[in-house]
């Protein structure tokens, strides 16, 4: 689902027809997408005065809107015209002439006192019949109840409801206290000694039938009767709290740490680091809830495997490979939700997205909500479940969240597959949690992959396949009519909702303030200085130092001159990737090397990705008056995105027209910065004996700029690792992108290190340092294994997360530079047969980065091996032990154990 505020409006309206958050305070503008309701009046309150001009003098447009949020009409979501459409305030869209789009006019009749729909002819209602604050408003076949009359007070500009004296109210905030009042204190959801799920199942039981339909979007309904207000699911956080339908960017939260994306903060290979980040954004995803601009539920990370250089979303990925990506999400996920300040609830709620096989947006006529990956049962367990066992189980990260993904597995959505939400998530890897769809998916599931054919038949299978709830209004709109088909029980609703309300017990929503650690966390803590130095860090351990002939880095700091070229030397939101928030401070690379030199002689030089050559000459002119030249460019989210794959990996535009340029006439050294996510063929720089060096920054966020003068000019040592294989441009050419095998076929080379043998620009695991350093194994514990102790612990209910170790193998590191740097130690496993009849060329198996290793300095890494790193998936997804010698490799030093049959 799409995060960013100002793309919301398509995608609600094309993709998923779902709304926006209606958590925000009385004096601040709405959003689009806010749910209306019956709220007590509150005098001068701006989200309660109307006008009503164009509707009772018949004239104009006959639009209802806030008096003074003029561009905020009232709408009929999604352009509903059946019973129990939702009524949400939108921005006006008089010029949209369509007929079908003629769902803000209204016009009222005097003598009935209803608002009467134009384009359905039913009535402005009060959901339920309801007279409690809160209750929803919707339209209906007009009665002449007591429900559908309305009032307009001239005095203070105020609808009032006939039946309840209350005020149409466009989303002012509920606090959550449903346990602070009777009864409810004397009910057993209230009582802290139960567990979550039996209080969750008390409550579940005691909500009226007629308010559980509107539950089940991730704009939850509120309760009037229990006294619990509306909620929204959707919040994001991928490396920061970020613009989505949950999260509101007013005072006193106008903006948070923007940490590098993911690509960029996996390169780092700091499972600390990552873990630090997680806490950073759940104290500060704590600060915006505790101010009612978020809610607690949170759905980050992307654990998707960046198989393919084309995915647009690769860049929210660690990497290509499984087991960098399942020890990523084991150290982040487990630190955004879990604390020792308070170990009887979750600080917040992490979802595990997308499951499952999900790396596919819009490519070759292959759209992600009706694509059908086709993925053998090796690949499955070998490549596509790891992460996800890592996230959810609880011997891994535990996440209280999964998102089922818009795809297809095998010919089943994957938000209707039993297979992936009951049998694997909640039986085989103890899931507990709540499971939703991606925005849109479970309409996906009728009317795009035609898996159903009506919609009770849809309600049906994804709800008995494991779902809770829905990222848009499919469930809310058509549950009631499924049930009271037969297509489903009320118990499998119920059972949903448990899972649902036992998550918002364990984040503490029902449970006093005073004994919560988490509500006692302010504005105060966003954005701290500690966590300014935590993205500044995170930014300069991701980036890679890919080529650096003649040393040409770092650059002295005393430098007489230097030119900075391309599109990105200016970039700030483009250095922070998707799914992105509002970032306190953003120092672009231009700026940041303005504060080292002095004479900086800057020309753009190009665009990303047109074809325009008129800035050569300046640039060049640039150049050949500085003492070095960097080149900063790449991609940005204009070429990779959600929803766009590319077709090319080759530089867009004229970029490696105007880097050969620039070799051509530049009077010092040409550096190139290289941002993206996904990467582009860099064969041409690297062979290029005038580009002296070349670095792949990904996108650093908002220290992004700082971290990369730091690493030019010497203020601290790269030591970040390529997380992604980067290919020649020809390797898309060679393998259709819908293709999801990871091993060789006849159709496809073969994916990332593990599988593909073929000629590549860099290789996962490559990166440079300004100092050198030396590698050898010094001990290893055991040199041969016997095959049956291997199988003993790879049976059908073992998990690569408890296996335990079998031997262990030990590096030492030495610095043999001149250069205090950090280090990262990749160790790979090479078994019998590797690259052959399916089998890995090579494995990752253990990493660590070392910190500050000085000149003539060593250290020791210890690396255990258990019985998954001496085995192999097998064709039927099991895993077979594989006798003879497996080999153990850091940075070409070999160690061996043998496997005795």
Same mark, same amino acid.
């Given at each position: ?35 209306? $309701?019956?709220?007590?009046?509150? #005098? *001068? =309150?701006?989200? %309660?005065? +109307? /006008?009503? @001009?164009?509707?009772? &003098? ?68 009060? $959901?339920?019949?309801?007279?409690? #604050? *809160? =209750?929803?408003? %919707?339209? +209906? /076949?007009? @009665?002449?109840?007591? &429900? ?76 009037? =009767? ?676």
């Amino acid at each position: 689902c799409h995060p960013t505020t100002h793309m919301l409006r398509g995608l609600l309206l094309l993709v998923l027809g779902t709304v926006l958050c209606a958590t925000l305070s009385a004096g601040q503008e709405p959003s689009d997408g806010t749910y209306m $309701q019956l709220f007590k009046c509150v #005098a *001068g =309150s701006a989200r %309660q005065q +109307w /006008d009503l @001009s164009r509707v009772v &003098n018949n004239a104009g447009d006959k639009t209802i809107r806030l008096k003074q949020y003029e561009d905020k009409c009232l709408d009929i979501s999604n352009y509903g015209t059946s019973n129990g459409a939702q009524i949400w305030l939108y921005g006006c869209h008089t010029d949209d002439k369509e007929p079908s789009h003629q769902n803000q006019e209204f016009t009222y009749n005097t003598a009935t006192k209803q608002f009467r729909s134009t384009l359905s002819g039913k009535c402005i209602d009060v $959901q339920n019949n309801s007279t409690e #604050a *809160g =209750s929803p408003i %919707q339209i +209906w /076949d007009c @009665s002449g109840s007591g &429900n559908q009359q309305w009032v307009y007070n001239e005095t203070d500009s105020t609808l009032r409801g006939v039946a309840s004296g209350l005020c149409l109210d466009a989303g002012t905030n509920t606090p959550w206290t449903p346990c602070a009042t009777q009864p409810n204190q004397g009910y057993p959801f209230c009582n802290m000694a139960l567990t979550p799920q039996q209080r969750a199942a008390d409550l579940v039981s005691r909500i009226p039938v007629a308010d559980k339909w509107r539950l089940f979007g991730n704009s939850a309904s509120s309760i009037p =009767s229990l006294q619990i207000p509306s909620y929204q699911w959707w919040s994001e956080a991928l490396h920061g709290v970020a613009g989505s339908p949950g999260v509101t960017w007013a005072a006193p939260t106008t903006c948070a740490t923007s940490f590098p994306q993911i690509c960029t903060t996996g390169a780092s290979f700091d499972t600390g680091l990552w873990e630090q980040i997680g806490q950073v954004i759940s104290t500060e995803a704590r600060a915006f809830s505790n101010a009612g601009h978020a809610g607690l539920t949170f759905w980050t990370p992307n654990l998707n495997i960046f198989r393919d250089p084309r995915w647009g979303r690769g860049q929210e990925t660690p990497g290509e490979d499984p087991y960098l990506t399942s020890q990523y999400v084991r150290h982040y996920v487990y630190n955004l939700q879990y604390s020792s300040e308070d170990p009887k609830r979750l600080k917040m709620s992490s979802c595990c997205k997308h499951y499952a096989a999900y790396s596919l947006e819009n490519w070759g006529g292959n759209d992600r909500c009706s694509f059908n990956a086709v993925v053998t049962q090796q690949d499955i367990a070998d490549t596509y479940f790891p992460a996800f066992e890592a996230c959810i189980s609880p011997a891994g990260a535990a996440a209280s969240g999964i998102m089922c993904s818009y795809n297809a597995v095998n010919g089943v959505p994957s938000c209707a597959n039993s297979f992936l939400l009951t049998d694997t998530a909640r039986n085989k890897w103890s899931f507990n949690g709540y499971i939703t769809g991606d925005c849109g998916a479970v309409s996906c599931v009728q009317n795009n992959h035609h898996y159903t054919n009506n919609s009770d038949d849809t309600c049906k299978a994804v709800l008995t396949a494991g779902l809770d709830i829905d990222c848009g209004d499919f469930l809310p709109n058509n549950l009631a009519a499924a049930v009271s088909h037969n297509a489903v029980s009320m118990a499998t609703v119920d059972h949903a909702l448990t899972n649902l309300y036992a998550v918002l017990i364990r984040l503490g929503l029902f449970d006093p303030e005073e004994v919560q650690p988490y509500r006692k966390i302010g504005p105060d803590q966003i954005n701290t200085p500690s966590a300014q130095a935590l993205a500044l860090r995170a930014a300069r351990e991701g980036l890679v130092l890919l080529k650096n002939e003649g040393s040409a880095l770092p650059l002295s700091k005393t430098l007489g001159s230097i030119a900075i070229i391309g599109p990105n030397a200016m970039a700030t939101t483009v250095m922070q990737g998707n799914y992105y928030g509002t970032a306190c401070s953003l120092t672009s690379p231009l700026v940041a090397i303005k504060n080292v030199i002095s004479n900086v002689n800057y020309a753009q030089g190009s665009t990303i990705q047109t074809l325009d050559q008129s800035g050569f000459e300046a640039a060049c002119t640039a150049a050949k008056s500085s003492s070095a030249t960097v080149f900063i460019g790449g991609i940005t989210n204009d070429i990779e995105a959600e929803g766009h794959d590319r077709d090319s990996i080759a530089w867009p535009g004229v970029q490696p027209q105007l880097i050969e340029r620039l070799t051509q006439c530049s009077k010092g050294p040409v550096i190139l910065v290289v941002m993206g996510g996904g990467t582009v063929d860099m064969t041409a720089q690297r062979d290029n004996a005038n580009v002296s060096a070349i670095i792949w920054a990904g996108y650093p966020g908002q220290a992004g700029g700082q971290a990369i003068a730091d690493v030019l000019f010497g203020t601290v040592s790269p030591a970040g690792r390529l997380a992604q294989t980067i290919y020649p441009a020809g390797y898309v050419n060679q393998v259709k992108m819908s293709d999801m095998g990871m091993r060789p076929s006849s159709a496809n080379p073969g994916r990332t290190y593990r599988f593909y043998p073929g000629p590549v620009v860099y290789p996962f695991g490559t990166g440079l340092s300004y100092t050198t350093f030396t590698y050898k194994w010094s001990n290893t514990s055991v040199s041969s294994i016997p095959a049956g102790l291997v199988h003993k612990h790879i049976g059908d209910e073992s998990s690569f997360l408890t296996s335990p170790a079998l031997a262990s193998v030990t590096a030492v590191v030495t610095n043999t530079g001149k250069v205090a740097s950090d280090c990262v130690v990749l160790a790979f496993a090479v078994g019998p047969d590797a690259g052959k009849n399916g089998n890995p060329i090579k494995s990752l198996f253990g990493f660590k980065r070392i910190f500050t290793l000085n000149p003539g300095q060593e250290a020791t890494v210890t690396f255990p091996v258990t019985s998954y790193d001496l085995s192999y998936v097998d064709n039927n997804g099991g895993r077979a032990s594989a006798p003879g010698d497996w080999h153990f490799e850091v940075e070409g030093a070999i160690t061996r154990i043998t496997l005795e049959a």
